[in-house]
Antibody, heavy 120, light 112 residues
Framework: QVQLVESGGGVVQPGRSLRLSCAAS????????MHWVRQAPGKGLEWVALIWYDGSNEYYVDSVKGRFTISRDNSKNTLYLQMNGLRAEDTAVYYC?????????????WGQGTLVTVSS | DIVMTQTPLSLSVTPGQPASISCKSS???????????LSWYLQRPGQPPQLLIY???NWFSGVPDRFSGSGSGTDFTLKISRVEAEDVGIYYC?????????FGQGTKLEIK
């Protein structure tokens, strides 16, 4: 069955960096687009980024452009989110989600999420 | 960016009764390929979101048929024909016609 397990969250000071990972299993990772979606405490969902199955295209929400980078290692079945210049407003649970096949724009299965807290 | 607006923001429903949630987008979600890029998710308390409906009216795997989606262009509706206790949570619509993809604010469903 599809499994997505996020890791790498924690407490970080404003301006610092953090890298999230998402380990995928139960499907052919290298053929699926992948998303990151976040949820601030008590708030709604915010789509963050998308990467194509082969890493050839990336898309971001404006609020993270230039600070966050989505990437993947298909040999390790792992998705990443490099977060630089973190701000208090980046505090959220970060979910990775698989893009459906062939509907890569559609997050179908989601991980349990990892909490990132940006605070001094 | 496309703005997604859901109504109501909360509703309380007696088990066995129907429920309906509206979602309106600031731009048409119909693309030239004939697809309409509107989906619905349910986030149960303490859980990640789960996909219910995609492309307006298609059930995702394992979703009960008491859930149904309808609409076109900019106006969409999720209906639950007979609410059950396990339907409690927050429902989100999402557009994925163009990045950045955006969600509605969410509609909280409670059981009376």
């Amino acid at each position: 069955q599809v499994q997505l397990v996020e890791s790498g969250g924690g407490v970080v000071q404003p301006g610092r960096s953090l890298r999230l990972s998402c380990a995928a299993s139960g499907f052919m990772f290298r053929t699926y687009g992948m998303h990151w979606v976040r949820q601030a405490p008590g708030k709604g969902l915010e789509w963050v980024a998308l990467i194509w199955y082969d890493g050839s295209n990336e898309y971001y929400v404006d609020s993270v452009k230039g600070r966050f980078t989505i990437s993947r290692d298909n040999s390790k079945n792992t998705l990443y989110l490099q977060m630089n210049g973190l701000r208090a407003e980046d505090t959220a649970v970060y979910y990775c989600a698989r893009g459906a096949e062939p509907l890569w724009w559609l997050p179908d299965y989601w991980g349990q999420g990892t909490l990132v807290t940006v605070s001094s | 960016d496309i703005v997604m607006t859901q109504t109501p923001l909360s509703l309380s429903v007696t088990p066995g009764q129907p429920a309906s949630i509206s979602c309106k987008s600031s731009q048409s979600l119909l693309r030239s390929d004939g697809r309409t890029y509107l989906s619905w998710y349910l986030q149960r308390p303490g859980q990640p979101p789960q996909l219910l409906i995609y492309e307006v009216s298609n059930w995702f795997s394992g979703v009960p048929d008491r859930f149904s989606g309808s609409g076109s262009g900019t106006d969409f509706t999720l209906k639950i024909s007979r609410v059950e206790a396990e339907d409690v949570g927050i429902y989100y619509c999402m557009q994925s016609i163009q990045p950045p993809y955006t969600f509605g604010q969410g509609t909280k469903l409670e059981i009376k």
